[in-house]
């Protein structure tokens, strides 16, 4: 079946460093691709997404390229900020597979220190 | 732009109360979705609805009841609280269409001493 697996956490880095949280997946089908975003004490934000082999999702300066070789969706950012700090999801959806459900990662807490 | 709105923010119930969560959504999205996140977890699905009048059971349904008699609402009914249903309750909706993303509320706190 569908599943997401998502890099463990937390990370912590400093402030300017690059960040790369790895997402890999298992679809039959041909899923579309999220990354959300959860910063404390508030819901899940939609961050980007990527429908199709290739795309490129980016938002805030966060880019993810859905790789259908490898099956990833790794969220990058070339110089992370301390209201970064949050924890980040990756989701998968496979409707002909997964119905009208989201197939969630475990999450992954950042922590950018100054 | 409410989106979606959740009611309560936070509760504390005995054991062996009710109570029910609110979730309302002015987007017009057919499909909505209750998930539970436990301190440091992912997120469980407890119910989904692909519309009104149309109801199906995620991976942790036992302990709770939903109803779809709107588009717009989706309540959440507790019967019997137990201190295992502690957790924050996250309410979702989106469009039908494949590969639109779910947009999510702020989440309801809920304790049960």
């Known amino acids: 079946g569908d599943s997401v697996t998502q890099m463990e956490g937390p990370v912590t880095l400093s402030e300017e460093a690059f960040l790369t949280i790895n997402c890999t997946y298992t679809a039959t089908g041909y899923p579309s691709l999220f990354w959300y975003v959860q910063y404390p004490g508030e819901g899940l934000q939609l961050l980007l997404k990527?429908?199709?082999?290739?795309d490129k999702g980016s938002n805030k300066g966060f880019e993810a390229t859905y790789r259908k070789e490898t099956t990833s969706f790794h969220l990058e950012k070339g110089s992370v900020q301390v209201s970064d700090s949050a924890v980040y999801f990756c989701a998968l959806s496979d409707p002909p597979n997964t119905g009208n459900q989201f197939y969630f990662g475990t999450g992954t807490s950042l922590t950018v220190i100054p | 732009n409410a989106g979606v709105t959740q009611t309560p923010k936070f509760r504390i119930l005995k054991i062996g109360q009710s109570m029910t969560l609110q979730c309302t959504q002015d987007m017009n999205h057919n499909y909505m979705y209750w998930y539970r996140q436990d301190p440091g977890m992912g997120l469980k699905l407890i119910y989904y609805s692909v519309g009104a009048g149309i109801t199906d059971k995620g991976e942790v349904p036992n302990g709770y009841n939903v109803s779809r008699s709107t588009t717009e609402d989706f309540p959440l009914r507790l019967e019997l609280a137990a201190p295992s249903q502690t957790s924050v309750y996250f309410c979702a909706s989106r469009d039908s269409h494949s590969n639109q993303p779910q947009h999510f509320g702020d989440g309801t706190r809920l304790s049960i001493l």
């Open positions: 990527a429908t199709k082999a290739d």
